[in-house]
């Protein structure tokens, strides 16, 4: 299926370190963006990157997307405490419009 | 505030009820979604409206039914509630084209 798996599916940092979070898909996608969903809150949308692009940054954001591989990177930097929270890819994968989501990655930063 | 909103946030049900959940956005939008998110975090698309019409309707059960009355609202009608039916659900909205969605603050769905 189209279905992004996001890797690892918990993470636990300290404060100031750097979070890294993979999402692996099989099939081709036009972009592919990551969104941060708070406990009992909804997605927040964080990044978006299209097929034809290799890395964007946001703040302390970065994205990386390799095609070839069908994997794409969201690494936090210097994380902080309210960086807490299940990070999700969604792949977009043309005209029906809608994104395809996985289980996500549930990341705790302690202070 | 400009936002997708939801109403109930909670709602505790029998099952064999019927329950409708409610979507707005005043974000000007022209497309609306539903989705789905189980006890894993795992979180489907079911149905997916551009100017009033249905575009996508996932594999869900004809129980529910999605109604979209204009642009701005996007309903989602539950009949004869199930167990399996409880999870969260999600509205969002973008304009189309623009691929990053806006989701609302989700519906928590308890089935007795």
């Known amino acids: 299926s189209q279905q992004g798996e996001e890797d690892p599916q918990a993470l636990s940092i300290q404060e100031g370190e750097n979070a890294t979070m993979n999402c692996s898909y099989k099939?081709?996608?036009?972009?592919l963006q990551w969104y941060r969903q708070n406990s009992g809150r909804g997605l927040v949308h964080l990044i978006l990157?299209?097929?034809?692009?290799r890395e964007k940054h946001s703040g302390r954001l970065r994205v990386t997307l390799d095609t070839s591989k069908k994997s794409s990177s969201l690494l936090i930097t210097a994380s902080r405490a309210a960086d807490t929270a299940s990070y999700f890819c969604?792949?977009?994968?043309?005209?029906?419009?809608?994104?395809?989501f996985g289980k996500g990655t549930k990341l705790s930063v302690k202070p | 505030d400009t936002a997708v909103s939801q109403t109930p946030k909670y709602l505790v049900t029998q099952m064999g009820n019927d329950k409708s959940i409610k979507c707005e956005q005043n974000?000007?939008?022209?497309?609306m979604y539903w989705y789905k998110q189980d006890s894993k975090k795992f979180l489907k698309i079911m149905f997916s409206y551009n100017n009033k019409e249905l575009i996508i309707n996932e594999t869900v059960p004809n129980r529910f039914s999605p109604k979209s009355p204009d642009k701005a609202h996007l309903n989602l009608h539950i009949n004869s509630l199930e167990l399996g039916d409880s999870a969260v659900y999600f509205c969002a909205s973008n304009l189309q084209g623009i691929n990053e969605q806006f989701f609302g603050p989700g519906t928590r769905l308890t089935v007795l």
């Open positions: 099939t081709s996608i036009n972009n």
């Open positions: 974000l000007g939008h022209d497309t």
């Open positions: 969604g792949l977009y994968g043309g005209s029906q419009g809608n994104l395809i």
């Open positions: 990157i299209r097929s034809n692009e």
